[in-house]
């Protein structure tokens, strides 16, 4: 059997991507390795969302470049594919750069994979059109055994492209314009992972709350009526999704965090300033108070909601006072958890090409001042938890024996000692302490709220 080392970069969609990678070229007779230096087949499925993204992915392909030659002395074939968003944008650049690389496929056409696989060797292919057909329908479906050994918690995804253009991002240029997969298709898979044991689906898109998708009956549904659906599938105890654009907040939405129990009360809303000048000229299209009054609003439907969001530094043009602001919005709202970025200028899109770009100091000192709130927001949120008992969906065995890992709610990574649980399983714990990135517990009720 051949071999196929797959390292994934980025996003949660990535993930998912090399999943379904995983699952078609099981069907063509690799097996998945941990080890890159076995592997007949080396895919890096790249992100492009930073700089530093797409030029990790080319030292990586140095490294690539050494192992197969070296393989290559010892008489053994390697073939190099580069996926993903970096495919998508740098093309034939990336066979320009990177010699060992054989084939570049784009995300939206990694179906084609088995059939540029068997291209000759002196041929080295670059697929990146966006294609008229579904690939979703085109993959195969995981076997129940991939799944299992995937864990309890699935990604899932939804919806794909983003037609917003938010000025610093090169998504709608990379994954194309918005799709949503039909909700048949989604319960089709959604009712296999369950079947295999999964317990928790996040639902995954670029802008996932954008969703629109074809329901059975003909008529379009928003992710609202979605999350209704998903949560009479047995088994399936928890839902999120991510990520999700504030000016797709709909009350249909916002309702489902009210009625829907299987739904998290725990939110990633990205609001990236809190500038008004700013955000408009990320094109983002809400202010910063109507993104406060939209958090209002999502709490009196959850009031327990744990919220995270992503921040960008130093867009261009940010001014002290700008920046400042985002500094009161972080303080105003709070966040339980977040990611921060330094902005960093992505050819073809508009705010590239703005001339008043920040200095790399002052986007250094902002982002360490902006996390170093965001971190002790994070630590306090924590903090809060202790002394609480909340359900903690079991993921794997804990760091010591006898010990279990899982997750609450709010996506925290909790560790209690139990000989008597099983993967799968949500346990109501009593939450005794907190590290620097997980609680501990101790079982409050036996174990309970078994998969069906
Ligand atoms: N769709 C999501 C939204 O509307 O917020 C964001 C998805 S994007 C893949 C993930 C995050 O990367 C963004 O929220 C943003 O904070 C960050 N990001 C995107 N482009 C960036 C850039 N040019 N520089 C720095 N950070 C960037
Ligand atoms: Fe990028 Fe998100 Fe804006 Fe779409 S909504 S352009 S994915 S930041």
Redesign the pocket.
Known sequence: MKKVFVKSYGCQMNVYDAERMADMLASEGYSETKAMEEADLVILNTCHIREKAAEKVYSELGRVRELKNEREAAGYETKVVVAGCVAQAEGKEILRRAPAVDVVVGPQNYHNLPSLLKKPRSERVVDTEFPVEDKFDHLPKPSKAAIRNRGVSAFLTIQEG?????T?????YT?GAEVSRPVAKILDEALRLADAGVRELTLIG??VNAYHGEGPDGAVWSLGRLLHRLAEIPGIARLRYM?S?PRDMDDELIAAHRDLPAVMPYLHL?V?SGSDRILDA???RHTGDEYRRLIERIRKAQPNLALSS?FIVGFPGETDAEFEDTMRLVSDVGFASSFSFKYSPRPGTPAADIETQVSEAVKAERLARLQNLLEMQRQAFNHGTVGQTLDVLLEKPGRHPGQMAGKSPYLQPVQFESDRHAVGEIVTVRIIGAGSNSLFGEISEPGNQAAA
Do not use: L
């Open positions: 983003c037609d917003k253009f938010c610093f991002c090169v998504v709608p994954r670029q802008n990520t654009h990205p990236q990320m094109n983002r992503d």
